[in-house]
């Protein structure tokens, strides 16, 4: 019983990380920087189709990941410096549509390339292998995603809650004229912050892709998981995501050991009534404020 | 007279105000005969098409409803598939449990979908931005996921199938060539659009319009603002249905895509592309979205999407106003050589 628990825990832990990573991209364009971000998963995506395809060619499969996090970054930077900047002081509307658009063309491309059925990434053989772990043997990939998800956490933690750069980065997005005027590159800050939002994104996309299946309909079929994330989570707190998106993990497993028929609907309506409790979210940021 | 000019956003400039509102009726007029005409002529010329037009009316009635409340009231939504899968899926369940008929199920889908906006507006609308725009996809997702659970009612992701239209007024059939569900669209949509453009030029529609520009103020000038957008977006969810009934009737069948994310996007697509606050915008809209769509479709299944999308991102940084206000900048050049013509 005791061993069924704990592995319900490491499976929504596993798949909870997987969100988190990805999300925790968007916790920065969204939550910090006030973008309504629908396109997120399409570099989430990007990243994904990135280290598929290198993989399949042979490449090491970290090496793979560290091209998804380049591919993903640049295509990030080029989006903020032509379409996203124009977008900071736009309403919402414009956000939405805009990022609707991009979500519409990453659609598009992926499947002219990759073509329209789900793309396998190829994992290391021994990722795919079950290891031993203690009172069972559980697969070495959800232990390797709980791995990277915890160190990407701590670093992401460290960065914007203690380190210069994120001090820099929570002035700016809290008042950016008088951040100009006490002479810091805001300009400079942002488009660097949206390319690794994007890079991580990119990353989460790529080792996710083992849970977060690899096919065009990804960047609109797991936005509004992504959103739920950061929304819930309160905008613009890592604290707050990690906490969302391992609750959306354990309770989405949950679901599917239990209730397998309500699991879905259930998730949403869990969701509304939350939001509606709290509507800016479990630990909203005072940055977002 | 002066309220048809009112609804030529672009008056021309305000030195020549003889001439402009002398023209204006008259531009007007015109502006209200065209769409109306080739909604009429198509119906003679269309041939093969008459089906993908009825598509194209029962858009141009979604997006109308989308126009209300995001346009007027500036009610950001991702949720308005709700309404109109709603309205899809209560006259294809009317019209197998309860009656075949066309009329009676298309008011009950109108009924069902209003209860619906009415209830979640009261629940949702007290939010703002970013927490309001995810309740509204927590709502959908919500509808969709359970549409696609629960199979016995709605057919899941096979869809709804096996409803049985009766003849309109018992006298016009749903025939295969579709002549009557054109028709039928035409008309509703028409009724719809005369109620849309009552209401947007009465005083409750100028108290939208002032909603969306400053709610803080409208409120101190003593509007109840929450009433207002309760009410326009029960409305809005009425059409939305209406939209989604005409869908069921024309087709006699409804797929799980109405309840779609897609959906909602696709119809504030066409709204933004043919232009808000213009209630012709939808018009303009549906109809350019589905040529675009039809013509890229041929060239590859997935190049709509990528045309479309670009669209989208051109007109958000380059054209606000959407497509008509390609109209609104040539009337600005006419206006201006008028002038300078005048002044000779």
């Known amino acids: 019983m005791l061993s069924f628990a704990a592995t319900i825990l490491l499976d929504g832990i596993s798949y909870g990380m997987v969100l988190f990573l990805i999300s925790v991209g968007l916790t920065i364009t969204m939550g910090l920087m006030r973008v309504v971000n629908l396109a997120h998963g399409s570099f989430a995506m990007i990243g994904g189709y990135t280290a598929g395809y290198l993989t399949q060619k042979g490449v090491n499969f970290y090496l793979a990941i560290a091209g998804a996090a380049v591919v993903a970054g ?146 609109l079929k797991y936005v509004v998981l992504f959103l739920v994330v950061v929304i819930v989570g309160g905008e613009g707190s890592f604290k707050g995501s990690f906490v969302a998106a391992m609750a959306l993990g354990i309770i989405d497993t949950l679901g599917k050991y239990f209730v397998t028929q309500a699991a879905p609907y259930l998730l949403y309506a869990a969701v509304f009534v939350l939001l509606l409790w709290r509507p800016q979210g479990l630990m909203p940021s005072k940055a977002a404020g | 007279m002066a309220a048809v000019s009112d609804d030529k956003p672009a008056a021309p400039p305000t030195t020549n105000l003889g001439t402009g509102a002398r023209y204006g009726w008259w531009l007007g007029l015109i502006g209200h005969a065209i769409p109306w005409a080739i909604v009429v002529l198509f119906f003679y010329m269309a041939g093969g098409y008459l089906s993908l037009g009825t598509q194209v009316l029962i858009w141009i009635l979604f997006a109308l409803s989308l126009d209300l409340a995001l346009g007027y009231a500036g009610i950001v939504t991702l949720g308005q598939a709700a309404f109109f899968g709603i309205g899809a899926y209560a006259a294809g369940l009317f019209a197998i449990h309860v009656s075949p008929d066309p009329i009676l199920g298309h008011l009950a889908a109108i009924a069902v979908a209003a209860l ?77 659009f005369l109620i849309s453009w009552r209401i947007v030029h009465s005083p409750f529609g100028r108290s939208l319009d002032g909603i969306r520009q400053n709610t803080r103020r409208m409120r101190a000038i003593g509007t109840p603002v929450w009433w207002r957008l309760l009410a326009v977006y029960t409305l809005s969810a009425a059409m939305a249905g209406s939209a989604g009934a005409l869908s069921a009737h024309a087709t006699r069948f409804v ?51 990528l045309v479309v999308g670009l669209m989208l991102i051109a007109t958000v940084l380059f054209l606000e106003g959407g497509l008509l206000d390609l109209g609104r900048v040539g009337q600005r050049l006419f206006w201006r050589l008028r002038r300078r013509t005048d002044g000779r």
């Open chain 1, 74 to 219: 640049a295509l990030g930077g080029l989006a903020e410096l032509t379409v996203y900047r124009p977008l900071y002081r736009k309403g919402e509307l414009s956000q939405v549509l805009l990022t609707i658009g991009i979500v519409f063309v990453a659609t598009a491309v992926a499947t002219e390339m990759f073509g329209a059925f789900p793309y396998p990434m190829v994992f290391p053989d021994y990722l795919s292998l079950p290891v031993s772990i203690g009172f069972r043997t559980y697969p070495a990939y959800r232990l390797f995603l709980i791995v990277v998800g915890a160190i990407i956490a701590a670093i992401m933690w460290y960065l914007i809650d203690n380190s210069l750069y994120g001090a820099k980065l929570r002035a700016a997005v809290d008042n950016s004229k008088i951040a100009r005027c006490v002479g810091m590159n805001v300009n400079l800050l942002f488009t660097g912050t949206f390319i690794i939002g994007c890079a991580l994104a990119g990353i989460g996309g790529a080792v996710g892709a083992g849970i977060l299946s690899l096919e065009p309909s990804y960047a």
């Open chain 2, 116 to 192: 619906f906006g009415l209830i979640t507006g009261a629940m949702i609308l007290h939010t703002t931005g970013v927490t309001f725009l995810m309740l509204t996809l927590a709502i959908v997702s919500m509808l969709f996921e359970y549409a696609n659970q629960a199979r016995s009612l709605t057919g899941g992701d096979d869809g709804l199938q096996g409803m049985t239209v009766n003849p309109i007024f018992g006298v016009f059939e749903f025939n295969i060539f579709g002549e009557t569900a054109y028709v039928y669209a035409a008309v509703v949509l028409f009724i719809w």
């Open chain 2, 255 to 305: 797929g799980l895509s109405v309840l779609s994310l897609l959906t909602s996007g696709i119809v504030t697509v066409m709204l933004i592309l043919g232009g808000t606050r213009r209630l012709y915008g939808a018009f303009v809209g549906a109809a350019v979205y589905y040529l675009v769509q039809d013509e890229t479709a041929r060239i590859s299944p997935y190049f709509w999407e």
